[in-house]
């Protein structure tokens, strides 16, 4: 959410703020059924399996709320619009996809690109018997 909010108004800052708020829910849903899962693991009699559950439980649960909702809107705040920054020799190994159609938008509203017309019905033939 925060590239599409970057997208549609170009201030970093508020496109964190605006998109980690969108997001927030999401992961949180995501994260809290993850980290149930691998706890419930953490019931059987095998050490192992409850090793494993709770290293993963652990793991979803610092990924979720300390990385993806705490330090990387935070660096991403802090660069700015950098981020978002796509050089051209990186252009040459890496396209840059425009998922949003920013691009597509312009050449439509400069008038170098022409939408498509809708296609005609196609005539239904009718056999007469």
């Known amino acids: 959410m925060i590239k599409e909010e970057h997208t549609k108004n170009g201030d ?6 605006r998109g980690t708020g969108l997001s927030a829910r ?23 399996t409850k090793a494993i559950g709770f290293s993963f439980a652990v793991g979803v649960f610092l990924d ?3 990385v993806r909702l705490t330090l990387v809107p935070a660096v991403m705040a802090i660069v700015g619009s950098r981020v978002w920054h796509h050089p051209r020799w990186l252009a040459r190994h890496v396209p840059d996809p425009d998922i949003e159609g920013r691009h597509l938008e312009s050449r439509l509203a400069d008038g ?8 005609a019905p ?8």
């Open 12 to 17: 970093a800052r508020r496109s964190v703020v």
């Open 26 to 48: 999401v992961v949180t849903a995501a994260a809290l059924i993850m980290f149930s899962i691998f706890v419930a693991f953490m019931f059987t009699k095998d050490p192992t």
């Open 64 to 66: 979720a709320f300390v």
């Open 112 to 119: 170098s690109l022409t939408p498509a017309a809708a296609p």
């Open 122 to 129: 196609a005539a239904e033939s009718v056999r007469v018997p």
